[in-house]
C-alpha cells in the first residue's frame, strides 16, 4: 500500500465506526491517534530502525486484548453485584517464526481482587469475556490457542492501583 505524500494513513470500520489516524514521524516512529482524541506513539525495536519511543504494534496489539477483556470481567462482575475492587490481567503470546508473524498462543492471568467474591461468578465473567463479549480475544482465537488462568484475591479491597 502506498502512503499519500503527506505519510499519512487512516483506517475506519463501517458499522460501530472506528477511527484511527497513523502519521509517520521518521524512521520508524509514528503518532497513532484515536477517534476517541487520545494520542500514541508507536515505534519499532532498534534492530528495526526504531528508537524505542514506543511500545510496537503488536504489542499494542496484545495490550488492547487484555484491557478488552479486563474491562468485560470488572463490568460483568459489577452488574452481577459483586464487590470487585481490582482486577490485573497479564498477558503472554507467542508468534509464528515466520512473516506473518501472528499469535499463535495468548495465555491471560487473571487476578481479581474484592472482599467476598463468589468464585463462581469470576470465573463466569472471564468465561463470557472468552467466550461472548472481548471482540478483541474472539478475533485472535481464530489464530491463537487462548488459554487463561484466574486468582482471586479475597482480602484485596484496596481499590485500583
Not at 7 to 25: D, P
Not at 34 to 54: C, E, F, K, Y
Not at 71 to 91: G, H, M, Y
Amino acid at each position: 500500500m502506498d502512503l499519500p505524500s503527506n505519510k499519512l494513513a487512516e483506517f475506519q470500520v463501517w458499522g460501530h465506526q472506528l477511527r484511527v489516524r497513523i502519521k509517520w514521524v521518521e524512521d520508524v516512529s509514528f503518532v497513532a491517534e484515536t477517534g476517541s482524541g487520545h494520542a500514541i506513539v508507536v515505534d519499532g525495536s532498534p534492530d528495526a530502525g526504531g528508537r524505542n519511543l514506543g511500545p510496537r504494534p503488536m504489542e499494542l496489539v496484545l495490550a488492547g486484548t487484555a484491557a478488552c477483556t479486563a474491562f468485560d470481567v470488572v463490568w460483568i462482575l459489577k452488574k452481577a453485584r459483586q464487590p470487585v475492587t481490582d482486577c490485573v490481567v497479564e498477558a503472554e503470546a507467542e508468534r509464528a517464526p515466520e512473516d506473518p508473524k501472528i499469535f499463535t498462543r495468548i495465555h491471560f492471568k487473571y487476578r481479581v481482587s474484592g472482599r467476598e467474591l463468589n468464585p463462581a461468578q469470576v470465573e463466569r465473567a472471564v468465561k463470557l469475556s472468552k467466550e461472548k463479549y472481548c471482540s478483541a480475544t474472539l478475533m485472535l482465537a481464530k489464530t491463537a490457542e487462548i488459554t487463561y488462568e484466574v486468582a482471586i484475591d479475597q482480602a484485596g479491597a484496596a481499590g485500583p492501583t
